[in-house]
Nanobody, 123 residues
């Protein structure tokens, strides 16, 4: 069973940076596509970024394009989300997710989820 564990959330001032990590176990990492999503209370889970199995394919939500970078290290079973120039509206619980199919922006496409990590951006 694939398991995902996020780390790296916290509190940061607007304009600052944070890096999130997600460690996968239980399946050969290079066979799964990965995504990052976020959610605030009362709202639907929102796509942030995805990365394909090899790392060559990535995509981002318009709201984070140019500020966030997703990457992966298949040798270490890790996927990263580097978040720069953070804004208060980036405040959310961030989740990493995995799918054995092609990465998409749809959270329903992802069968495996981490427990989430809180990111809070103060103004």
């Amino acid at each position: 069973q694939l398991q995902l564990v996020e780390s790296g959330g916290g509190l940061v001032q607007a304009g600052g940076s944070l890096g999130l990590s997600c460690l996968a176990s239980g399946r050969t990492f290079s066979t799964i596509s990965m995504g990052w999503f976020r959610q605030v209370p009362g709202k639907e889970r929102e796509f942030v970024a995805f990365i394909g199995r090899s790392g060559r394919t990535t995509d981002y939500a318009d709201s984070v394009k140019g500020r966030f970078t997703i990457s992966r290290d298949n040798a270490k079973n890790l996927v990263y989300l580097q978040m720069n120039r953070l804004k208060p509206e980036d405040t959310a619980v961030y989740y990493c997710a995995a799918t054995v199919s092609i990465a998409t922006k749809l959270y329903t496409n992802y069968a495996y989820w981490g427990q989430g990590t809180q990111v809070t951006v103060s103004s």
